[in-house]
Nanobody, 115 residues
């Protein structure tokens, strides 16, 4: 199983980034595909989640600014991030959850919001 994120980088406050995550080698369609983020010394927190049933969940801190979407045919999930703030700076991780298999994680991609 491989979970690979891409799209991180350095962006000024108010800017935008789009993260992508592709999961391969999974025998079944993931029930949920999610984005988490983590700063050094802090707990990893859920940013957004999308399930095959169409349920979408966002952290309160990103509601109205971030949009998660997924392509079930290719097991790919995206995170469109707008109006980025310095406090959004973190390593962003993709998680793929398969019922009966558990969770698979990517290696993370750095997002830095700074002028």
């Amino acid at each position: 199983v491989q979970v690979v994120e891409s799209g991180g980088g350095l962006v000024p406050p108010g800017g935008s980034l789009r993260l992508s995550c592709a999961a391969s080698g999974i025998p079944y369609r993931p029930y949920a595909m999610s984005w988490y983020r983590q700063d050094p010394g802090t707990q990893r927190e859920l940013v957004a989640r999308a399930t095959t049933g169409g349920e979408i969940k966002y952290a309160d801190s990103v509601k109205g600014r971030f949009t998660i979407s997924r392509d079930n045919a290719s097991n790919t999930v995206y995170l469109e991030m707008n109006n980025l703030k310095p406090e959004d700076t973190a390593v962003y991780f993709c998680q793929t959850y398969v019922i009966g298999e558990g969770a698979y994680w990517g290696q993370g991609t750095q997002v830095t919001v700074s002028s």
